[in-house]
Protein backbone atom coordinates (compact mmCIF):
# COMPACT_ATOMS: atom_id res chain seq x y z
CA UNK A 1 0.00 0.00 0.00
CA UNK A 2 2.71 2.21 0.76
CA UNK A 3 4.85 1.92 -2.46
CA UNK A 4 1.07 2.14 -4.30
CA UNK A 5 0.46 5.80 -2.65
CA UNK A 6 3.79 6.69 -3.18
CA UNK A 7 3.22 5.91 -6.92
CA UNK A 8 4.85 2.49 -7.84
CA UNK A 9 3.49 0.35 -9.79
CA UNK A 10 2.52 -3.21 -8.45
CA UNK A 11 4.29 -6.29 -10.10
CA UNK A 12 1.80 -8.38 -12.50
CA UNK A 13 1.20 -12.06 -11.78
CA UNK A 14 0.64 -12.97 -14.70
CA UNK A 15 3.87 -11.57 -16.17
CA UNK A 16 6.21 -13.07 -13.42
CA UNK A 17 6.21 -10.20 -11.24
CA UNK A 18 7.53 -7.31 -13.97
CA UNK A 19 5.83 -3.90 -13.19
CA UNK A 20 3.56 -2.24 -15.63
CA UNK A 21 5.13 0.13 -17.89
CA UNK A 22 8.34 0.82 -18.60
CA UNK A 23 9.64 2.80 -15.95
CA UNK A 24 12.54 1.50 -13.98
CA UNK A 25 12.70 0.37 -10.64
CA UNK A 26 15.40 2.97 -9.27
CA UNK A 27 13.63 5.89 -10.00
CA UNK A 28 10.38 4.28 -9.02
CA UNK A 29 12.17 3.55 -5.17
CA UNK A 30 13.91 7.06 -5.42
CA UNK A 31 10.57 8.67 -6.40
CA UNK A 32 8.60 7.30 -2.86
CA UNK A 33 11.93 8.06 -0.28
CA UNK A 34 11.87 11.77 -1.54
CA UNK A 35 7.92 12.10 -1.00
CA UNK A 36 8.11 10.42 2.35
CA UNK A 37 11.32 12.72 3.13
CA UNK A 38 9.59 15.38 1.88
CA UNK A 39 6.05 14.56 3.97
CA UNK A 40 7.78 14.58 7.30
CA UNK A 41 9.81 17.35 6.89
CA UNK A 42 6.42 19.01 6.47
CA UNK A 43 5.12 17.80 9.54
CA UNK A 44 8.26 18.72 11.33
CA UNK A 45 7.86 22.55 9.93
CA UNK A 46 4.08 22.39 10.82
CA UNK A 47 4.74 21.27 14.09
CA UNK A 48 7.32 24.14 14.74
CA UNK A 49 5.28 26.67 13.20
CA UNK A 50 2.13 25.79 15.31
CA UNK A 51 3.32 24.55 19.00
CA UNK A 52 7.15 25.51 19.11
CA UNK A 53 7.19 29.24 17.50
CA UNK A 54 4.54 30.60 19.57
CA UNK A 55 5.98 29.39 23.63
CA UNK A 56 9.65 29.90 22.24
CA UNK A 57 9.60 33.33 22.73
CA UNK A 58 7.13 33.24 26.36
CA UNK A 59 10.07 30.84 27.06
CA UNK A 60 12.97 32.89 26.27
CA UNK A 61 11.38 35.68 28.28
CA UNK A 62 10.72 33.65 31.30
CA UNK A 63 14.30 32.44 31.60
CA UNK A 64 15.22 35.69 30.92
CA UNK A 65 13.36 37.13 34.19
CA UNK A 66 14.81 33.93 36.22
CA UNK A 67 18.09 34.59 35.59
CA UNK A 68 17.61 38.31 36.15
CA UNK A 69 15.71 37.36 39.44
CA UNK A 70 18.64 34.89 40.83
CA UNK A 71 20.59 38.57 40.84
CA UNK A 72 18.36 40.08 42.25
CA UNK A 73 17.27 37.47 45.25
CA UNK A 74 21.10 37.93 46.30
CA UNK A 75 21.41 41.28 46.43
CA UNK A 76 18.03 41.54 48.39
CA UNK A 77 19.15 38.88 50.86
CA UNK A 78 22.75 40.24 51.28
CA UNK A 79 21.38 43.52 51.81
CA UNK A 80 18.86 42.65 54.82
CA UNK A 81 20.54 40.20 56.40
CA UNK A 82 23.90 42.87 56.62
CA UNK A 83 22.22 44.26 59.49
CA UNK A 84 21.31 41.42 61.06
CA UNK A 85 24.22 39.95 61.12
CA UNK A 86 26.35 42.89 62.39
CA UNK A 87 23.56 43.97 65.11
CA UNK A 88 21.94 40.91 66.27
CA UNK A 89 23.70 37.41 65.44
CA UNK A 90 26.14 35.99 61.88
CA UNK A 91 23.96 32.67 62.20
CA UNK A 92 20.86 34.66 62.72
CA UNK A 93 21.66 36.86 59.77
CA UNK A 94 23.09 34.21 57.04
CA UNK A 95 19.48 32.15 57.59
CA UNK A 96 17.82 35.12 57.38
CA UNK A 97 19.46 35.96 54.22
CA UNK A 98 18.62 32.24 52.82
CA UNK A 99 15.42 32.25 53.53
CA UNK A 100 14.53 36.06 51.47
CA UNK A 101 16.80 34.24 48.55
CA UNK A 102 14.49 30.94 48.28
CA UNK A 103 11.61 32.26 49.24
CA UNK A 104 11.79 34.94 46.10
CA UNK A 105 13.62 32.54 43.68
CA UNK A 106 10.44 30.03 44.37
CA UNK A 107 7.71 32.81 43.42
CA UNK A 108 9.84 34.34 40.53
CA UNK A 109 9.67 30.87 39.06
CA UNK A 110 5.58 29.61 39.82
CA UNK A 111 4.90 33.28 38.33
CA UNK A 112 6.92 32.36 35.34
CA UNK A 113 5.53 28.78 35.03
CA UNK A 114 1.88 30.50 35.51
CA UNK A 115 2.15 32.60 32.38
CA UNK A 116 3.53 30.04 30.40
CA UNK A 117 0.37 28.38 31.01
CA UNK A 118 1.56 24.90 33.61
CA UNK A 119 -0.83 23.38 35.88
CA UNK A 120 0.36 25.06 39.05
CA UNK A 121 -2.58 23.19 40.81
CA UNK A 122 -1.26 19.54 39.41
CA UNK A 123 2.53 20.51 40.23
CA UNK A 124 1.91 21.48 43.68
CA UNK A 125 -0.49 17.83 44.58
CA UNK A 126 2.55 16.19 43.11
CA UNK A 127 5.01 18.14 45.51
CA UNK A 128 2.99 17.93 48.15
CA UNK A 129 2.99 13.82 47.62
CA UNK A 130 6.55 13.48 47.35
CA UNK A 131 7.08 16.14 50.48
CA UNK A 132 5.11 13.30 52.19
CA UNK A 133 7.66 10.30 50.98
CA UNK A 134 10.54 12.47 51.49
CA UNK A 135 9.71 13.38 54.88
CA UNK A 136 9.02 9.64 56.00
CA UNK A 137 12.27 8.33 54.33
CA UNK A 138 13.87 11.56 56.15
CA UNK A 139 12.27 11.81 59.38
CA UNK A 140 15.50 11.76 61.89
CA UNK A 141 17.07 14.40 59.33
CA UNK A 142 13.82 16.85 59.13
CA UNK A 143 13.97 16.63 63.28
CA UNK A 144 17.30 18.09 63.21
CA UNK A 145 16.26 20.80 60.38
CA UNK A 146 13.79 21.47 62.28
CA UNK A 147 15.57 21.80 66.04
CA UNK A 148 18.14 23.78 64.12
CA UNK A 149 15.12 26.65 62.43
CA UNK A 150 14.53 26.70 66.52
CA UNK A 151 17.79 26.92 68.00
CA UNK A 152 18.77 29.78 65.16
CA UNK A 153 15.51 31.83 65.32
CA UNK A 154 15.32 31.30 69.63
CA UNK A 155 19.02 31.58 69.85
CA UNK A 156 19.95 29.56 73.08
CA UNK A 157 23.42 30.05 72.73
CA UNK A 158 25.67 31.90 69.34
CA UNK A 159 29.01 31.29 67.34
CA UNK A 160 31.75 31.69 70.16
CA UNK A 161 29.98 30.96 73.57
CA UNK A 162 31.18 28.03 75.69
CA UNK A 163 28.62 25.75 76.48
CA UNK A 164 27.85 22.33 77.90
CA UNK A 165 25.16 20.32 75.98
CA UNK A 166 24.48 17.00 74.73
CA UNK A 167 26.91 15.40 77.75
CA UNK A 168 29.79 17.43 76.32
CA UNK A 169 31.58 20.57 76.81
CA UNK A 170 33.11 23.25 74.41
CA UNK A 171 32.91 26.81 72.11
CA UNK A 172 30.88 26.72 69.59
CA UNK A 173 32.51 27.18 65.97
CA UNK A 174 29.26 26.94 63.36
CA UNK A 175 25.52 26.61 64.32
CA UNK A 176 23.71 24.94 60.73
CA UNK A 177 20.19 24.04 60.12
CA UNK A 178 21.18 20.05 60.76
CA UNK A 179 24.08 20.30 63.51
CA UNK A 180 25.79 22.42 65.83
CA UNK A 181 29.92 22.44 65.25
CA UNK A 182 32.21 22.77 68.87
CA UNK A 183 36.13 22.61 69.71
CA UNK A 184 36.33 21.22 73.25
CA UNK A 185 39.62 22.83 75.55
CA UNK A 186 42.18 20.24 73.93
CA UNK A 187 41.18 21.30 70.56
CA UNK A 188 38.86 18.20 69.36
CA UNK A 189 35.92 18.76 66.59
CA UNK A 190 32.50 17.61 67.89
CA UNK A 191 29.46 17.85 65.31
CA UNK A 192 26.12 17.13 67.50
CA UNK A 193 22.81 16.62 65.15
CA UNK A 194 20.84 19.33 66.42
CA UNK A 195 17.47 17.02 67.50
CA UNK A 196 20.12 15.53 70.26
CA UNK A 197 20.90 19.23 71.44
CA UNK A 198 17.30 20.33 71.22
CA UNK A 199 16.00 17.12 73.96
CA UNK A 200 18.59 17.70 76.43
CA UNK A 201 20.05 20.37 78.65
CA UNK A 202 21.67 23.02 77.56
CA UNK A 203 23.97 25.33 79.92
CA UNK A 204 25.22 28.23 78.23
CA UNK A 205 28.38 28.60 80.48
CA UNK A 206 29.77 32.06 78.63
CA UNK A 207 26.50 33.98 78.67
CA UNK A 208 27.21 36.01 81.43
CA UNK A 209 29.80 38.55 81.75
CA UNK A 210 30.62 37.50 85.23
CA UNK A 211 31.20 34.57 87.02
CA UNK A 212 32.23 33.21 90.49
CA UNK A 213 35.07 31.30 91.48
CA UNK A 214 34.19 28.92 94.80
CA UNK A 215 37.07 27.10 96.43
CA UNK A 216 36.24 24.39 99.44
CA UNK A 217 39.01 23.83 101.88
CA UNK A 218 39.17 21.42 104.67
CA UNK A 219 40.87 22.44 107.80
CA UNK A 220 41.74 20.22 111.10
CA UNK A 221 39.44 20.45 113.57
CA UNK A 222 41.86 21.92 116.38
CA UNK A 223 42.76 24.87 114.25
CA UNK A 224 41.48 28.22 115.63
CA UNK A 225 38.53 29.32 113.69
CA UNK A 226 39.23 32.73 113.62
CA UNK A 227 42.89 32.11 112.29
CA UNK A 228 41.09 29.87 109.59
CA UNK A 229 38.89 33.05 108.81
CA UNK A 230 41.76 35.27 108.94
CA UNK A 231 44.29 33.29 106.55
CA UNK A 232 41.45 32.85 104.22
CA UNK A 233 40.49 36.22 104.21
CA UNK A 234 43.90 37.17 103.36
CA UNK A 235 44.27 34.61 100.16
CA UNK A 236 41.36 36.63 99.00
CA UNK A 237 42.08 40.06 99.24
CA UNK A 238 45.27 38.93 97.34
CA UNK A 239 43.42 39.24 94.37
CA UNK A 240 41.07 42.18 95.03
CA UNK A 241 42.49 43.70 91.68
CA UNK A 242 40.79 41.09 89.38
CA UNK A 243 37.80 40.80 91.83
CA UNK A 244 34.37 41.98 90.63
CA UNK A 245 32.60 44.31 93.40
CA UNK A 246 29.22 45.71 93.99
CA UNK A 247 26.29 44.31 95.19
CA UNK A 248 25.95 40.68 95.64
CA UNK A 249 29.45 40.82 94.16
CA UNK A 250 33.02 40.83 96.00
CA UNK A 251 35.00 38.32 98.05
CA UNK A 252 33.54 36.17 100.87
CA UNK A 253 34.22 33.35 103.21
CA UNK A 254 31.99 31.06 104.57
CA UNK A 255 32.51 28.00 107.09
CA UNK A 256 29.60 25.60 105.11
CA UNK A 257 30.18 22.09 106.84
CA UNK A 258 31.46 20.20 109.55
CA UNK A 259 32.78 17.36 107.76
CA UNK A 260 33.76 13.77 108.67
CA UNK A 261 37.64 14.56 108.91
CA UNK A 262 37.26 18.41 108.37
CA UNK A 263 35.67 21.76 108.94
CA UNK A 264 34.77 23.10 105.70
CA UNK A 265 35.18 26.37 104.02
CA UNK A 266 34.16 28.25 101.16
CA UNK A 267 36.26 31.23 99.48
CA UNK A 268 34.01 32.76 97.13
CA UNK A 269 35.09 35.66 94.40
CA UNK A 270 33.11 37.26 91.36
CA UNK A 271 35.21 37.25 88.45
CA UNK A 272 35.07 38.21 84.97
CA UNK A 273 33.69 35.32 82.87
CA UNK A 274 37.55 35.41 80.83
CA UNK A 275 39.27 35.16 83.75
CA UNK A 276 37.64 32.11 85.85
CA UNK A 277 39.97 29.33 85.07
CA UNK A 278 43.05 31.40 85.87
CA UNK A 279 41.67 33.27 89.30
CA UNK A 280 40.16 29.37 90.33
CA UNK A 281 44.11 28.10 90.16
CA UNK A 282 45.63 31.18 91.56
CA UNK A 283 42.98 30.98 94.43
CA UNK A 284 43.39 27.63 95.04
CA UNK A 285 47.56 28.14 95.55
CA UNK A 286 47.03 31.67 97.67
CA UNK A 287 44.68 29.57 99.94
CA UNK A 288 47.63 26.56 100.57
CA UNK A 289 50.16 29.13 100.53
CA UNK A 290 48.28 31.11 103.64
CA UNK A 291 47.08 28.13 105.29
CA UNK A 292 50.77 26.91 105.63
CA UNK A 293 51.87 30.65 106.77
CA UNK A 294 49.63 30.40 109.91
CA UNK A 295 50.44 26.76 110.58
CA UNK A 296 46.63 25.39 109.48
CA UNK A 297 46.95 21.97 108.69
CA UNK A 298 44.56 20.21 105.81
CA UNK A 299 43.90 16.84 106.90
CA UNK A 300 43.74 13.55 105.35
CA UNK A 301 40.27 12.27 104.96
CA UNK A 302 40.96 9.18 107.98
CA UNK A 303 38.44 6.78 109.37
CA UNK A 304 38.62 5.49 113.25
CA UNK A 305 37.77 1.81 113.81
CA UNK A 306 37.58 0.88 117.53
CA UNK A 307 38.35 -3.07 118.39
CA UNK A 308 36.17 -4.40 121.43
CA UNK A 309 38.08 -8.01 122.91
CA UNK A 310 35.13 -10.30 123.20
CA UNK A 311 36.15 -13.97 124.43
CA UNK A 312 35.41 -17.09 122.08
CA UNK A 313 32.49 -18.03 125.00
CA UNK A 314 30.68 -15.35 124.28
CA UNK A 315 31.06 -14.88 120.51
CA UNK A 316 29.50 -19.44 120.56
CA UNK A 317 26.79 -18.21 123.47
CA UNK A 318 25.28 -20.67 125.15
CA UNK A 319 25.39 -24.42 124.50
CA UNK A 320 22.45 -26.61 122.87
CA UNK A 321 20.86 -29.51 123.77
CA UNK A 322 21.91 -32.51 121.01
CA UNK A 323 19.13 -33.52 119.29
CA UNK A 324 18.76 -37.45 118.90
CA UNK A 325 17.26 -38.84 114.79
CA UNK A 326 14.16 -39.99 114.92
CA UNK A 327 13.73 -43.56 115.22
CA UNK A 328 12.82 -45.27 111.96
CA UNK A 329 10.31 -48.21 111.88
CA UNK A 330 10.95 -51.17 109.49
CA UNK A 331 8.61 -50.87 107.30
CA UNK A 332 9.46 -54.06 105.46
CA UNK A 333 7.76 -56.06 108.23
CA UNK A 334 4.67 -53.84 107.75
CA UNK A 335 4.09 -54.96 104.22
CA UNK A 336 4.43 -58.45 105.14
CA UNK A 337 1.68 -58.21 107.38
Not at 282 to 289: A, D, G, H, N, P
Request: proline share 5%.
Amino acid sequence: MLLAQAGMSTPDPTTGGAPDGDTPPESTLDGALSQMLNADFDGVAEYLGKTVLPNLVPACIGLAVIFCGYFAAKYLSRVISRPIRQRIDETFGRFVGTAIFYSVMLSLIAAVASKLGAPLGGMAAILAAAGFAIGLAFQGTLSNFAAGVLMIVFRPFKVGDVVNIAGVSGKVNEIDLFTTTLDTPDNRRLIIPNSSISGSTIENISFHAHRRVEVIVGVNYDADTDATRQALHAAADAFLQDAIHGEGRGTAVILSNLGDSAVEWKVRMWVKSADYWRMTESLTVEIKRQLDRAGIGIPYPQLDVHLNRVDAAELQGPARPRMRPARRENTSELWRA
